[in-house]
């Protein structure tokens, strides 16, 4: 025999109905013996409690009343349920008359939903010619005479159900009443919420079943809520041990007693999904199932309540008199935090206890206040706890790290000694991030992170590709989920919090929206989004005034965009504390040499103590391509130009390059990141734009190209023999000092020295230290290019996923 019980979300409506009576049918046809279980519809155990309470102060209750009857009997029109709505007419009028109503009253209420769902069951049942009996638990399951939460008598109430069974069993099918009992007054009485699944499973138990099928509206046990953690996956298998654990920590598919008369008689427990009743839910046995962590727990509707008392430290009986007082009021408190100094204590109760839990520590601890022993007892209303069930503290460190890089800073946690959980009191607003973060974390699956990519020209654009492109492989390579969550431009903004598609473009026309980066923050709050990056592509100076505000709102930034960096000293030491106290980074390696791995070497060299004396080379991939080919070949340096420019080398606008700005801000990224306080009005520059073209926008210089021939030409031809045209960066000086010497300048070279053996578009620096001596560490290749720009912006990316 087994046992289905089903719950309210699955007989909610007629689609449920028709779903309930399909798998039992099912069952039927295949031959299964089967008991069913039937819990109240929907939410009508809430809505008769609700007309009562509405009844009791005299209030007109009746077309409330009338709602409830109406969607009772909506889809069944045939269903005669006079006696259950007479019943509760009668009821509801009493109470109303009296103002008042028991325990005893409310339980005769309540028990109407399950008689109304167990009835109807039957009665579909029948009309389909299956031999359904419907059964009414308040004559089998006798209890003791606490109402509302009755504790059942098992003796009787298995000799009850088994004389019961005896008398109707074969092919027929009980269908039961859940959470309804009787006293041995034949009074009314309830097993409690979450009582059917009690049921269930005490039938189970007395009828030595084979299996107690729950069915729900979710396709088993899941590593966390999946209305709130989207990756979340399904548990296969559990150990009763384990499925405790959830259900004492919240886990709503379950309840603690449920477990009990299953363990004792071995019998499985399988969760499964009544929409979905083919797939195989959870099976819930007591074989212990491979280790690790199993599932997030949330326990909402709780409050934490903070003793302070710096007067208590070393005082005997401290605890033992706020428990005492908290027992006394009937007060349950669920997870505790002291530190060992004992200047005060935390605690987590139901938010409904946490007003009365206050008074009677205020009232016990009336002369320690006076004595300013104790100093303050609050309570903090908007709280959640998560428990990681299957964690201890020796990885700990991982989810609890994720939460803090992500802004959430839990207001208390807490171990179990010999079982493996830990417990996190977060604040309510931070209770779906901090779910997603840990599951992130903890499961392995993918951690997700959420970039925000500004500036989708060149780099940008070509960045976006990237990432679509290789999203797959790297969340199985690397378990990182890239999510684009927000793509702009100077002018809108696309937000999308699943993440862009290859149609991005087309999006962003369509669907943008004008926007301040306060709205990209909000919508990242709003959305619950976690591990956040802003990735510059502008090369804006507006835009970098915003990364103050992204690093305080959460967000690791990088930057393709080389003007941070080269603002006053002064924004670039706040820049870093703000990032240093927000415990956010910075990458920016595609500064200086694009895609070439310069500056981490730097920073490199730098920190290990090896003494930089100076830095040299060609540090422009577009101006190395100009020189290069210019000098090399029989052609105009406008035509040139022009095709660097074409070939995406040149910065937006193609004077900061020829300015030598562009090389100057380099330098002087390059400098800091020494140490020297250079600020960039600092930089020697040899501008190569001439004093007559300099005026005018980007438009109107551009077509002046052929202006620069000219001048280009003689100097080409006043070289040396052999000699070719570089322009190129130099950092020299002293460089321990506080500033350094920067310069930028157009130089003639030998063609056969480094610099003059450089080609296309490479960049070269040449890094000279004190143990390197006269033999530079070099590093060349590629300096410039939307590819390899982009590859460099999505390396310092993924840095800053494995530094998390
Ligand atoms: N090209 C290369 O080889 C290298 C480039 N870089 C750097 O990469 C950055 C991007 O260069 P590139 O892709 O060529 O430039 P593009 O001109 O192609 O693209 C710039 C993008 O930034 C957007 N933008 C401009 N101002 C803002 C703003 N205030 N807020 C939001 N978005 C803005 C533009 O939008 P809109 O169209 O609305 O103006 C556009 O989408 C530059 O900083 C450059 O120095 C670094 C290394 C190498
Ligand atoms: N315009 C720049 C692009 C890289 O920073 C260059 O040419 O090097």
Request: charge should be neutral.
């Amino acid at each position: 025999m087994k046992i289905l019980k089903f719950g309210g979300k699955s007989l909610a409506n007629g689609k449920g109905i028709q779903s309930v009576i399909d798998i039992i049918e099912d069952k039927v046809k295949s031959g299964e013996r089967i008991t069913v279980v039937i819990s109240a519809r929907g939410k009508s155990t809430d809505e008769l409690e609700q007309i009562l309470e509405v009844a009791v102060k005299n209030k007109d209750y009746k077309e409330q009343l009338a709602a409830f009857k109406k969607y009772q009997i909506s889809d069944f029109k045939a269903m005669d349920l006079t006696e259950e709505f007479e019943t509760l007419d009668k009821l509801f009028a009493g109470v109303s008359l009296i103002g008042d109503y028991s325990k005893r009253i409310k339980d005769q209420v309540l028990s109407q939903g399950e008689v109304i769902a167990a009835k109807l069951v039957t009665q579909i049942l029948k009309e389909k010619g299956i031999d359904a009996n419907f059964t009414d638990t308040r004559e089998l399951i006798v209890t003791d005479a606490q109402f509302g939460d009755a504790q059942p008598l098992d003796k009787l109430s298995k000799e009850n159900v088994v004389s019961h069974f005896n008398k109707y069993n074969g092919a027929t099918v009980n269908i039961v009443t859940g959470f309804i009992a009787s006293n041995t007054k034949n009074e009314t009485t309830t097993l409690g919420r979450n009582g059917s699944n009690y049921t269930a499973s005490l039938l189970a138990n007395y009828l030595d079943a084979d299996e107690l099928q729950s069915f729900t509206h979710v396709n088993g046990i899941y590593t966390a809520d999946p209305e709130l953690v989207t990756d979340a996956r399904k548990i296969e298998r559990l150990s009763f041990v384990e499925a405790n654990e959830l259900a004492y920590f919240g886990t709503n598919v379950l309840h603690a007693k449920t477990i009990i008369p299953l363990i004792e008689k071995n019998i499985p427990l399988r969760i499964l999904n009544t929409f979905d009743h083919k797939s195989e839910g959870t099976l819930i046995t007591s074989e212990a199932s491979e280790k690790g962590i199993k599932s997030l727990s949330v326990l909402e509707n709780v409050a934490l309540i903070n003793l302070e008392g710096r007067g208590l430290l070393g005082q005997v009986g401290v605890d033992a008199r706020i428990f005492k007082a908290l027992a006394f009021r009937g007060i349950s408190v669920s997870i505790i935090s002291q530190g060992s100094s004992e200047r005060g204590i935390g605690f987590v109760v139901g938010a409904d206890s946490a007003k009365e839990a206050k008074k009677a520590l205020e009232e016990e601890f009336e002369a320690d206040f006076y004595k300013r022993d104790v100093s303050a007892i609050t309570i903090e209303g908007n709280v959640s706890v998560i428990s990681i069930i299957g964690q201890d503290l020796s990885t700990f460190h991982k989810p609890y790290n994720a939460l803090i890089k992500n802004q959430v800073i839990p207001l208390l946690f807490n171990n179990t000694i010999t079982g493996k959980n830990v417990s996190l009191v977060v604040r309510k607003n931070q209770l779906h991030k901090a779910l997603n973060v840990i599951h992130g974390e903890v499961f392995g699956i993918a951690k997700k992170i959420n970039l925000a990519i500004f500036g989708h020209g060149l780099v940008g654009g070509t960045l976006i590709d990237q990432i679509l492109k290789s999203a797959k492989d790297i969340q199985k390579r690397k378990k990182v989920d890239l999510n684009i969550f927000a793509v702009g431009n100077s002018r809108k903004v696309l937000l999308e919090k699943k993440g862009v598609d290859q149609h991005w473009k087309t999006a962003i026309e369509k669907q943008g929206n004008s926007y301040t980066i306060k709205d990209v923050i909000q919508f990242a709050n709003e959305n619950h989004l976690e591990n956040l990056i802003a990735i510059d592509n502008t090369a804006s100076e507006a835009f970098t005034k915003n990364y103050i505000t992204l690093a305080k709102n959460g967000f690791d930034l990088v930057s393709s965009n080389k003007v941070a960096n080269t603002l006053s000293f002064g924004f670039y030491k706040e820049l870093r504390n703000i990032l240093e106290e927000n415990q956010k980074q910075y990458l920016y390696e595609t500064n200086v040499g694009a895609g070439l791995p310069l500056i981490d070497t730097i920073k490199l060299l730098h920190l290990s103590g090896e003494n930089i004396t100076r830095i040299k080379g060609v540090f422009s991939g577009s101006l190395s391509y100009l020189f290069n080919n210019f000098s090399a070949q029989e052609r105009l340096f406008s035509e040139v130009l022009r095709e660097a420019i074409d070939l995406g080398f040149t910065e937006p606008d193609p004077r900061e390059d020829l300015c030598g700005n562009d090389v100057g801000r380099k330098l002087l990224i390059l400098a800091r990141e020494l140490d020297l306080n250079n600020e960039f009005i600092d930089v020697n520059i040899d501008n190569l734009i001439p004093e007559n073209l300099r005026a005018g926008d980007a438009q109107q210089f551009l077509v002046r190209l052929k202006e620069l021939d000219i001048v280009y030409e003689k100097i080409k031809k006043d070289q040396k023999k052999g000699h070719v045209l570089r322009y190129i960066g130099d950092l020299h000086g002293d460089l321990s000092k506080e500033k350094g010497i920067l310069d930028v300048k157009l130089v003639s070279v030998p063609q056969e020295s480094a610099l003059g053996q450089v080609k296309g578009s490479d960049s070269i620096f040449e890094i000279y230290t004190e143990s390197y001596g006269d033999q530079p560490i070099v590093i060349q290749g590629a300096g410039a290019g939307a590819a390899v720009t982009a590859r460099g912006v999505f390396g310092d990316v993924l840095r800053l996923t494995e530094k998390g």
